[in-house]
């Protein structure tokens, strides 16, 4: 079973930055797509951004420019830069896997809190 931990969150004031990790069990990060999410009180979980084992990245349209996801294989890890941070990047973040062709499944970890203050 695949096993997810992020840690990193807290609060910041808003124009701040914060640095999200995501350690994953196992060989997951070297081999396939991982994404971040984060999901707003009483809103549902949205995709924020993903990185293929190829390097390729996606990222939602609000967080362009600010949010920047990278990986190392080595640790199992992916991490999640947030700059520049808004009130509306409040939210509990999570890390997820999948398969090139495939989707983000039920692998989900506790999450992290992030809380932007205005």
């Known amino acids: 079973q695949v096993q997810l931990v992020e840690s990193g969150g807290g609060l910041v004031q808003a124009g701040g930055s914060l640095r999200l990790s995501c350690a994953a069990s196992?060989?997951?990060?070297?081999?396939?797509?991982m994404g971040w999410f984060r999901q707003a009180s009483g809103k549902q979980r949205e995709l924020v951004a993903d990185?293929?084992?190829?390097?390729?990245?996606y990222y939602a349209d609000s967080v362009k420019g600010r949010f920047t996801i990278s990986r190392d294989n080595a640790k199992n890890t992916v991490y999640l830069q947030m700059m520049s941070l808004k009130p509306e990047d409040t939210g509990v973040y999570y890390c997820n896997w999948r398969r090139l062709a495939g989707v983000y499944g039920g692998d989900w970890g506790q999450g992290t809190q992030v809380t932007v203050s205005s």
């Open positions: 196992g060989t997951i990060v070297s081999s396939n797509v």
């Open positions: 990185i293929t084992a190829g390097g390729r990245t």
